[in-house]
């Protein structure tokens, strides 16, 4: 090998060799694991220190040669995070360091409670404004109004300034039984009022947006799978199902990016009343095969059921919607989903931080993995497009690159749409002199108030908009005025009543028999 080549080697090496020993130092020693019944943490065993990797010492020698010999000073943190990333790059695509403050938003996201007040905001020019009040929340209760344009928070102005969002959410987060202070002008005054709202847990609610779309058939949106997720499933169905009758179930999972796979588990486990189907299973090289299985225990009657997806359907989602799939209990309507079919580790790193690592590969019940293909610095990973067969009717299927839908439904919606969609609110706000009294014709909104917003030309007039979005565009602004007057729940089903997936899925419901009916006709 030329001298340039063993330079160039070791160029590339020296960061895998500083991270390496930088994620071995701080490795805390612990994983999740997850099982059918909880989340338990588990210790990981010692790095063996005479392994070969590390047998000769290279690593320590290195960093000792760097440190006492580089020409100029380094931020050893930041050199650490980087090679650990630039490492992790070549794994895979969900493999990823976390640094201390991500992983406190992660854990939130993951547990489903934070500390606040219940605030939900906009930022309209230079003020922030109301958009939003959780049911229950310290600010439900403290005479703030949808509509009230904050100005300061604890002292600190946050009006007519370059406040940014992450800093303002984090002067209203407050801490936990403190009060935060916060003047704010009324939307129907102009004095400034102050308001003491003291910061406690709130809960996220990931599967309460529920109702009943027709008779004896249930809507359920899951927006993600976090540790109360099978909790709000169950209220959501004891809701909606009526004693000794049979609830037909609409599960809606688009744009779900997946969570804590016991809670998908779980709820899989309510869709089926017979014990030990396999609804899913992980395998990786160093994690043996572990099997999810169904319990049995049924608390509902549950009927027909369709599964909605999107291309933002990922991971959790996927797993329930591939387990409905191979088992034929019901349908999945929408679009082709992800293609996240790996599982990944927490490891609790000594500086707070975390290491999110993929150990193993999940597997529907017929045995498709669904991950889509990748690069890595190793090899090329290809994803299995192989067909399979369901478990019951034998219908063909696929594996590879997501979860393909039985009736493939596009949502047919553009970047300029979700650019308008955003701009409702502030329209609404901008607009806001009594809440309840609006002329909501698509015509009033002005093209040039809309491109300003959005920072470029998209549409030369309104009518355009409104031809590219299907005609969604008044639908769309009346329905998020009914979030402001009467929250999510109503909101969801004013977007549904226009929803051509939702019409397809309800149709599917009333012309598709039951797995059992169709099995005994096959018979």
Known sequence: MSNNSQLTSKYILLPFVIALSAAIGMLAGYRMNFNNNDISLLKVENIDSNSSQFKD???????????????????????????????????????????????????????GVYTGVGIETIKLRDTFYITQLREGSPASDS??????????????????????????????????GIPVSIGYKPVDRAEIVIADVTPSDIILQSADISYLIKENVAYVKISRFNSNTYEQFIKSLERNSTEGVDLDL????????????????????????????????????????????????????????????????????????????DWDRGFIVGEASFGKGLVQEIFPLSNGGALRLTVSKYYTPSGRLIQKSYNNINEKFVA??????????????????????DYNISD??????????????????????DIGNYDLQISNISGKDFTDFIGEEFIEDVANLDQSCNYQTEAYLKARLKRMQEGDVVFTQTINASDPIIDKALQVIADRKTTFALLSEKK
């Open 412 to 433: 047919d919606i553009n970047t300029v749409c979700y650019n308008f969609f955003d701009y409702c609110d502030y329209y609404l706000i901008d607009k806001m002199t």
């Open 384 to 405: 299995d497009t192989s067909d399979y067969t369901t478990k019951i009717l034998n219908r063909t299927v696929i594996g590879g690159g997501g979860v393909t839908p």
């Open 57 to 111: 010492g290279r690593i320590e020698e290195i960093l000792r040669f760097i440190e006492t010999n580089y020409v100029d000073s380094l931020d050893q943190n930041v050199v650490a995070v980087d090679a650990i990333n630039h490492i992790l790059r070549q794994l895979d695509p969900h493999s990823s360091y976390i640094t201390p403050e991500e992983l406190d938003e992660h854990n939130q996201k993951m547990e």
């Open 250 to 325: 609409i599960i809606d999972l688009r744009d779900n990016p997946g969570g804590y796979l016991p809670e998908t588990i779980n709820i899989l486990s309510q869709l089926y009343d017979e014990k030990d189907k396999l609804l899913t299973y992980t395998e990786g090289l160093n994690r043996k095969r572990q099997e999810y299985r169904s319990t049995g225990r049924q608390f509902f009657k549950i009927g027909k059921i369709a599964v909605l997806i999107n291309q933002n359907s990922a991971s959790g989602s996927e797993i329930l919607a591939g387990a409905i799939q």
């Open 143 to 176: 005479g703030l109004q949808i509509g009230d344009g904050i100005v300061t928070v604890s002292g600190d102005t946050v009006s007519g300034n370059m406040t940014s969002f992450a800093d303002m959410s984090q002067l209203l987060k407050g801490e936990k």
